[in-house]
């Protein structure tokens, strides 16, 4: 995928162009009931909705991420094929605040044609000033298949004879999140320090499921860079509740992170927000890198 940049109105304009040549077509999916047997053409924004499509949707959806591998999702910018992608589409996996391009995209389509993840994760936690919803629900196990559920909803009103098949697939990745919510659990329960510093801010509902506290070296953006003094007060922080580890990412430099323990004394290990897949990922899938994320912070904090 070409990923490049254009101005507002460009998009609009390549957009409503390729809206216009597809006027009364749903997509290759063909509408509300599977039509011609042809699997709904979902187009998800980044891994977290990719992999939910994919897992929820089973055999019966072909997902395409808009988000490349190694790609930090927050500023991804569309190219003219992107924006073909989400105007074919059956159905659009996104999440509104998350990534303004993808905002921006989905507004010029036909309604109905997009399904924001941001109602069902009811993203009730907030950062900074109050007013900035924190958008990373999936590290939330529970919250995650919840979303799922909602999902499976949506794609039976598409495709109405594969219903079951989606509420199926929706109750089995459940089924999973809660093993991987248990494991988290119980794997957290006794750690001695139950304070996690990050890159970015984007562990708050992991935090906030297992008892943690989070600080951050950046805002919910990982371009949103300290201030020195916001650097100072987090290396401050680092000494006054003893941590031990300050955690990295896999789609972020590490410098911030580097300076910070070297001049606390803590060490750095990876801590994967799974906003994205790349080379450098510790595991395969969700799941795999949120096992890996356990066994990381279970040595980190430290966890017996």
Request: aromatic fraction near 6%; charged fraction near 20%.
């Amino acid at each position: 995928m070409v990923v490049m940049s254009m101005k507002p109105g460009a998009v609009v304009t390549v957009l409503a162009a390729a809206a216009l040549a597809l006027t009364g077509c749903a997509g290759s999916g063909q509408g509300t009931d599977g039509g011609d047997g042809a699997p709904l053409d979902v187009v998800a924004a980044f891994y977290p909705l990719a992999f939910l499509a994919e897992e929820v949707g089973g055999p019966r959806v072909a997902v395409t991420e808009l988000a490349p591998p190694g790609a930090e999702p927050h500023d991804l910018e569309l190219s003219p094929a992107d924006l073909r992608d989400l105007a074919e589409a059956d159905i659009v996996v996104y999440l509104s605040g998350f990534m303004p391009a993808v905002d921006d995209a989905v507004a010029q389509l036909p309604a109905g044609r997009a399904w924001d993840a941001a109602g069902p994760a009811d993203l009730d936690l907030t950062y900074g000033d109050g007013d900035t919803p924190d958008p990373h629900f999936w590290l939330d196990p529970a919250r995650y298949a919840a979303v799922g559920e909602e999902l499976a909803t949506r794609f039976a009103e598409l495709d109405t004879a594969g219903r079951d098949a989606f509420t199926a697939a929706a109750a089995d990745l459940s089924g999973r999140l809660t093993d991987l919510d248990t494991e988290w659990a119980q794997g957290t329960a006794q750690c001695a320090n139950r304070y996690l510093v990050t890159t970015h801010a984007s562990f708050g509902y992991l935090a906030r499921r297992y008892d943690l506290t989070t600080r951050a070296i950046t805002g919910l953006t990982p371009e949103d860079e300290p201030s020195a003094q916001e650097l100072s007060a987090t290396a401050e922080f680092v000494r006054a509740n003893g941590v031990r580890t300050i955690y990295t990412e896999t789609l972020v430099g590490t410098d911030l992170a580097d300076t910070l323990a070297a001049e606390t004394g803590a060490r750095t290990a990876l801590l994967d927000p799974v906003e994205g897949l790349n080379d450098e990922s510790p595991g395969a899938d969700y799941l795999e890198i949120m096992r890996a994320n356990l066994a990381s912070v279970r040595t980190g904090q430290p966890c017996p």
